[in-house]
């Protein structure tokens, strides 16, 4: 068995289907089976559009604002968490080692 490689779909293809949706009157249904895609999908992505707008859809290695800072912070937590953690091992060291 071979492994199955995801399809990828391109933003403007997204906002089309999604246009069909909400633009022509089609049922997310009906516009799915068209298109060749997942019914689920196709409500994802319309929720996805409603809810950011154009920052909808950002692609491999962009991020939206609330992403970037979160990786942001994410990033300084386990830096911060390593730096306490060498604090904690050289206090006991110390703390250890005969006057």
């Not at 997942?38 to 950011?52: I, M």
């Not at 992403?67 to 060498?86: F, K, S, V």
């Amino acid at each position: 068995m071979g492994s199955q490689r995801r399809k990828q779909y391109t933003v403007d293809f997204k906002r089309e289907a999604v246009g069909l949706v909400t633009q022509q009157g089609y049922s997310v249904a009906e516009a799915a089976k068209n298109l060749g895609v997942n019914a689920g999908v196709l409500r994802r992505w319309k929720t996805e559009l409603g809810r950011t707008g154009p920052m909808a859809f950002p692609g491999k290695g962009h991020q939206t604002p609330e992403q970037a800072e979160l990786h942001r912070l994410r990033e300084e937590n386990r830096r911060l968490r390593m730096e306490r953690d060498i604090l904690k091992k050289a206090t006991a060291f110390f703390a250890s080692e005969p006057r």
